[in-house]
């Protein structure tokens, strides 16, 4: 069985859904535009990019950026013609997420993005019982301040609200228990897994673009430690 290469992509903060105004959603049916079509749409429609720089973008061949533009543009003529409604489900099960993972958050002029750490130096491999956490205070993609905190103690749930609190938008760490990973996502935090190494190798890479989400999660309760 061939298995389909992934493609970068960035998501959307939550799963989208529209529909024609007066008509029940009983009474239309649904079309899904998947995510890397929307990102092929996103990166050449509003971003302006050419399809060879979108499919730099996206790690693809230009004929596969061609195909998701052509298959995404006749869906939304589609959906608009025949009162249809337009779904966008967020899977990432064959996305690499590339820079931050929310396309909403690069939006914002100044932003925060921290890291767990218990040297100053390296990231630390979860973030649960770190002694600190640094925080770069970004604007036009320069660091602008950095500032360390000390997390107050370990508790499910207290370090989403400290981070949210101090108001940061990115998490960037070594593993996360996916509850965990919901309850950072409900404070407005988003969440890049899978870092290891030096904090400004690291950083450098996402203020680039380059940082890849891995998805390391565990399978444990919030805020839970495991060996990464």
Do not use: W
């Not at 960035?10 to 995510?35: E, H, T, V, Y």
């Not at 929307?38 to 996206?58: H, K, N, P, T, V």
């Amino acid at each position: 069985m061939t298995t389909r290469k992934k493609r970068y992509a960035r998501r959307l903060d939550s799963s989208r859904s529209f529909k024609p105004a007066g008509i029940p959603k009983s009474d239309l049916q649904s079309i899904n535009i998947m995510l890397d079509e929307f990102e092929a749409m996103r990166l050449c429609d509003y971003e302006g990019l050419s399809q060879i720089e979108a499919a730099g973008e996206m790690q693809i061949s230009r004929a596969t950026i061609q195909r998701l533009l052509l298959s995404a543009r006749k869906k939304v003529v589609d959906i608009i013609l025949n009162n249809k409604i337009l779904e966008i489900k967020n899977d990432i099960r064959n996305i690499k997420l590339k820079g931050e993972s929310k396309m909403n958050i690069e939006e914002k002029e100044v932003k925060r993005v921290s890291f767990p750490t218990s040297d100053k130096v390296t990231v630390d491999g979860h973030f649960g019982h770190t002694k600190e956490f640094v925080i770069y205070t970004i604007k036009e993609n320069v660091i602008t301040e950095v500032k360390y905190v000390t997390p107050p103690p370990h508790a499910p749930g207290v370090l989403p609200q400290f981070l949210a609190e101090s108001s940061v938008d990115v998490i960037i760490t070594g593993g996360m228990g996916q509850m965990a990973v919901e309850l950072f996502q409900r404070h407005g935090i988003d969440v890049v897994l899978g870092a290891a190494g030096r904090i400004d190798v690291n950083l450098n890479e996402y203020l680039g673009g380059f940082l890849t989400s891995k998805g390391s999660t565990c399978t444990h309760e919030p805020d839970h430690t495991c060996d990464h």
